[in-house]
């Protein structure tokens, strides 16, 4: 089964940075997905992809497929990006459904 | 409908009871996905559905967990003898077809097992 790592597990950051956080699996995959939480439990998908970049918005979400390894990037951060962002792996075979990293704690201060 | 909703929003139970939890998907929506998050947890998957059949449950924790879809699209997760580990945030999700498409989540149930 795989395994989905992120980091950092915390980040604090001033409005306006620049944040990139990151997610590595173990074994291949044929889709990641970038997810975000807000308090209270509501998840809104942000990005499913199998190679390469894309962006919506000021949200960037990069993949190394050979490095097993993606990044998601916010530009120009704003408090209301405050939330926990959940990467999740698809594996090749599309067995087991998606396996989950433990999410990234973002604050955004004003 | 305008997306995925769960019912009820909070569920407490004491050890021992049975509880059913409800998906509405997207509707038209083929398939149908259930997770369960413990506290401070990512997600874990526990099944999913396409239409009417179960084609992956290797995520249920134990046989005290059984979810159907009988017409293929509403959804019930029913646990049998609630333990206090079973408490969590039950989320289910929904996509036009398959595991490799965009998935919209429900808000969730919390369940709180005494």
């Known amino acids: 089964k795989n395994e989905v790592e992120q980091s950092p597990q915390n980040l604090t950051a001033q409005e306006g940075e620049f944040i990139t956080i990151n997610c590595s699996y173990s074994v291949g995959i044929s889709a990641l997905h970038w997810l975000q939480q807000h308090p209270g439990g509501g998840i809104v998908s942000l990005f499913m992809?199998?190679?390469g970049k894309k962006k919506h918005g000021r949200l960037i979400a990069t993949i190394n497929i050979q490095e097993k390894h993606s990044s998601l990037h916010i530009t120009a951060s704003h408090p209301r990006d405050s939330a926990v962002y959940i990467c999740?792996?698809?594996?090749?075979?599309?067995?087991?459904?998606?396996?989950f990293g433990k999410g990234t704690h973002l604050i955004i201060q004003p | 409908g305008a997306g995925v909703s769960q019912s009820p929003r909070y569920k407490v139970a004491k050890r021992g009871q049975d509880v059913a939890l409800r998906c509405d998907p997207i509707s038209g929506h083929v398939s149908l996905f259930w997770y369960q998050q413990a506290l401070g947890q990512g997600p874990e998957f526990l099944t999913y559905?396409?239409?009417?059949?179960?084609?992956?449950k290797s995520g249920l924790p134990s046989d005290r967990f059984f979810a159907e879809r009988p017409e293929g699209s509403v959804s019930t997760l029913k646990i049998q003898r609630t333990q206090q580990e079973d408490s969590a945030v039950y989320l289910c999700?929904?996509?036009?077809?398959?595991?490799?498409?965009?998935?919209?989540f429900g808000p969730g149930t919390r369940l709180l097992v005494l």
């Open positions: 559905f396409q239409n009417e059949a179960q084609l992956d």
């Open positions: 999740a792996a698809l594996d090749r075979r599309g067995a087991d459904g998606l396996t």
């Open positions: 992809l199998s190679s």
């Open positions: 999700a929904s996509s036009r077809y398959g595991q490799q498409e965009t998935q919209y």
